[in-house]
């Protein structure tokens, strides 16, 4: 579909669904019990990140991607 649409790699992670069904944000030293807590319950579960203070900005540093708030 990105390719048919000719959508760039920004576009497409913005407009379709990029697979995340739930998000929990706990403090870094509870993350650990957090993804075991999911897995346990059937749950596929990974670290997306760390919230920081500053810019509101959305980084995918794997894709090459940023959002920022006025986009």
Do not use: N
Not at 24 to 47: C, M, N, S, Y
Request: contains cysteine; hydrophobic residues 40%.
């Amino acid at each position: 579909m990105v390719e048919q649409q000719k959508m760039g790699m920004k576009e497409a992670y913005a407009t379709l669904k990029s697979g995340v069904g739930y998000v929990a944000i706990v403090k870094p030293h509870d993350a650990h019990q957090a993804l075991e807590a999911a897995r346990v319950t059937g749950f596929e579960a990974f670290d997306a990140g760390i919230v920081e203070c500053g810019e509101q900005e959305v980084i995918v540093p794997e894709l090459g991607i940023s959002y920022h708030h006025d986009e």
